[in-house]
């Protein structure tokens, strides 16, 4: 293409708003523009980059068997109504009326679209397992829209969804997806972990999340330098085997509370009122120490209200062990004295610590989306606050180092979560009515966009990786009006057209340190110049990740250019 005719505004000035090196260069080299706070057009070139990541996650998508959709992002309350999501998004859910008053949401995601549709369209075991998948704007009326596209309002996501008739097809999809992840982020070129993450809003039970390593990430992951352990700080395994208990416990004690200020607290605690600030209570029951820890977010809020109502149970083995992750994750205020109070907060601990294992307490309040069919010895997961750098590693292998990550994507195994909600069932191989087993998958593709910037660039500007880049090379007739060079380049330029070749080919009549700037910072390959040399049939060949340069005769040119 002719960047004479293409909207490629490049900036001079570090725009004053952007604080982060992928924000800043997007807006800098005219890829991107602001229309709102968290909201962006994608102007030519970052259109071009955004489809070539979309493609290698369709490629692979539809590799691992996923079929492409494309559902609304217009969407009746009513189906957030009946997943209880309407209430929990809380402010991020962004909402409207239409002209009859009736109440919409955009989608934030889409389980409950999906689940509807699967619903209604299959109602066979036959059909199952299936993924659907779809790239789209998704919208979020996130609190601090911030970091360009790394944290927009509206942003292009891909997800998907997978139905099934057992755990173990699920456990089966899940691989393979996670799988194809590996793929897209290493085709992306980037520096990234698979980690163990915390189920947040989304009420699965088994996740992962996809970190590009980088110190810009907003999450912290701890991972082993020996082994694959890594999981986000707010969530890792500690110690497994919590053995399901069929009998109440004979004796529980209260051993230490911390940061609970009163009984009060605690009992409310024990109530699963748990938004007290309170983060863990140490029992010993029978003969074990047993630690209850709230898990979520730190902030408290609307959207955040799901993860109050989730606590985790820690079975560790000595009291010393037990004291050590308690104290380094919050400064105990020691144990609270055993009152009349803590008997009654005692009956409701047994009840509560019985009931967890199967996934409910009495009050039908979730604890953990546990699935009684299965067998409670899974990894039990707990703060990862409490873990420290060059602690031994939860596997036993390496020790533990932290890093910053920014997520690009999720993968959850659902369970029957959103299927139950909204009442989507199928008929299984005993004809009988079964609710879907679901897992869902998301990328953020425009903040894989931006984390590929962050991780490739320099101090002039973007370093695309070949398979990303908008163009594979930047042919710049550095003098219009010298009409050897304008032949050459226009030669060139069909040349390369014709053998396939994407090449941006600068003729516009603007100074030669203008072509250089703006060519170093958009980022392209290589870069062929066209300047004094064009009579003897010869340009320059830059490469921009190294900065190489070289005198080519342009029958030569080609065969550079891999
Ligand atoms: P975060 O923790 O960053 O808020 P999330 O956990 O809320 O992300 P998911 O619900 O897991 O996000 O959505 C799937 C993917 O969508 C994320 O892994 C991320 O890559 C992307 N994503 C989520 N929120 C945004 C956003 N505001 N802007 C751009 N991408 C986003
Ligand atoms: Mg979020
Ligand atoms: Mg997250
Ligand atoms: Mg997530």
Known sequence: MRQSNLLIPTLREVPAEADLKSHQLLLKA??????????????????????????????????????????????????????????????????????????FALGATHEEVVTALVRDEVNSYKKLPFSLYQIQAKYRDEKR???????????????????????????????????????IFERCGLNFRAVIADSGAMGGKDTHEFMVLSDVGEDIIAYSNESDFAANIEMA??????????????????????????????????????????????????????????????????????????????????????????????GSLGPINVSEDVEVVADHAVQYLVNATCGANEDGHHFKNVNPERDFTVTQYADLRFIQEGDLSPDGKGTIEFARGIEVGHVFKLGTKYADALNATFLNKEGRAQTYIMGCYGIGVSRTLASIVEQYHDEQGIVWPKDLAPFQVHLINLNVKKEEQVELSDQLYNQLLNSGVDVLYDDRPDRAGVKFNDSDLIGIPYRVVVGKRASEGYVELKYRESGEQEDIHIDELQKHLK
């Open 145 to 183: 829209p911030r970091f360009g596209l790394l944290r927009g309002r509206e942003f292009l996501m891909k997800d998907a969804y997978s139905f099934h008739e057992t755990y173990e097809s699920l456990d089966e999809t899940y691989d393979v997806i996670f799988n194809a992840y590996k793929r």
């Open 30 to 103: 005219g890829f991107i523009r602001q229309l709102a706070s968290g909201v962006y057009n994608f102007l030519p070139l970052g259109k071009r980059v955004l489809r070539k990541v979309e493609n290698i996650v369709r490629e692979e998508m539809d590799r691992a068997g996923a079929q492409e959709v494309q559902m609304p992002a217009l969407q009746p309350a009513e189906l957030w109504q009946a997943t209880g999501r309407w209430d929990t998004m809380g402010q991020e859910l962004m909402r409207l009326k239409d002209r009859h008053e009736r109440n």
């Open 237 to 330: 395994p500690v110690v497994s085997n919590y053995e399901k208990s069929t009998e109440a416990p004979k004796s529980l004690e209260i051993v230490e509370t911390p940061n609970a200020k009163s009984m009060q607290e605690v009992a409310d605690f024990l109530k699963h009122d748990l938004n007290q600030g309170m983060k863990a209570i140490m029992f010993k029951v029978d003969e074990k120490f047993v630690l209850v820890v709230t898990r979520g977010d730190h902030e408290v809020n609307d959207v955040k209200l799901k993860n109050l109502y989730e606590a985790d149970i820690v079975e560790l083995a000595t009291e010393q062990e037990t004291k050590e992750v308690v104290g380094a994750g919050f």
